[in-house]
């Protein structure tokens, strides 16, 4: 009787350390990867979804659905999304990865600036904000979230809008918005001081080897064709997304 007791208790401990052995991590239960980490400078943070706490967030680690990344005063951040995007985020700010649609990939702006350069001419995103909702298409875009919401087009089309009105942005143009009981303002062409510059400092080396990983990672099943800079040359990559 003691024998067989002694022996139902090693089965239950066996059971327990076998969960605990394949209880899956952080990024396992995140589910779907939607981006992935290119570049990094200063105090650079994740909280992952679920999860109550912040932690160095490095180059080459991927971000899920969920995900809040969070930059620090003289820090910086950008990264590649599964749908095409190079997302790249300024100082003070705070965004995170939300579930995407079957045509747009989606991020929420809580607060700060973040500048969007579209890898291919299919990507589509949708930057959303407690002003308005910036849809991004085909655009280098600025897109800024401080008391006062500011967007700037450099190239493409962004369209801002809210519960109050909706403003159609073409390159060279920008728009402001007081907040979310506001209509997005008139658009109005950029001047000379309106142009920023502060992205042009991020340089990725290597996109590609980034965009392999992300590849690899991916749950998806289709190609992406890419172009991207190297050597400061322009260059067509074609990447293939297929499940693990």
């Not at 080459?60 to 599964?82: F, H, I, M, R, W």
């Not at 002003?131 to 190239?155: F, H, M, N, P, W």
């Not at 996109?207 to 099943?221: I, N, R, Y």
């Amino acid at each position: 009787m003691k024998c067989k007791h002694a022996n139902g208790s090693v089965k239950i401990a066996l059971a327990i350390l076998l969960g605990a052995l394949w209880l899956p991590g952080p990024a396992a239960a995140a589910g779907k990867v939607n981006a992935i980490v290119v570049y990094t400078k200063g105090d650079v943070q994740v909280k992952r979804s679920g999860g109550d706490a912040f932690s160095a967030l490095t180059l080459n680690d991927l971000l899920y659905a969920g995900d809040e990344v969070k930059t620090g005063p003289a820090s910086q951040a950008s990264l590649a999304t599964k749908g095409g995007a190079e997302v790249r985020l300024n100082e003070n700010s705070t965004f995170t990865m939300e579930p995407g649609g079957r045509v747009r990939e989606m991020l929420r702006l809580r607060v700060g600036q973040l500048w969007t350069r579209m890898l291919h001419k299919m990507a589509k995103l949708d930057v959303r904000t407690p002003s308005a909702v910036c849809a991004v298409r085909g655009t280098e875009a600025d897109i800024e979230q401080r008391s006062l919401l500011t967007v700037k087009v450099y190239e493409g089309h962004v369209d801002v809008q809210n519960s109050q009105g909706k403003q159609s942005l073409a390159a060279g143009q920008m728009s402001t918005v007081s907040g979310a009981g506001a209509a997005p303002a008139a658009a109005k062409k950029m001047g000379a001081s309106d142009v920023g510059n502060w992205q042009e400092g991020m340089a990725v080396s290597d996109m590609q080897k980034f965009l392999d990983k992300l590849s690899s990672e991916s749950g998806g099943e289709k190609k992406l064709k890419l172009k991207i800079n190297k050597n400061g040359k322009s260059k067509d990559v074609e990447i293939k997304l297929k499940k693990k």
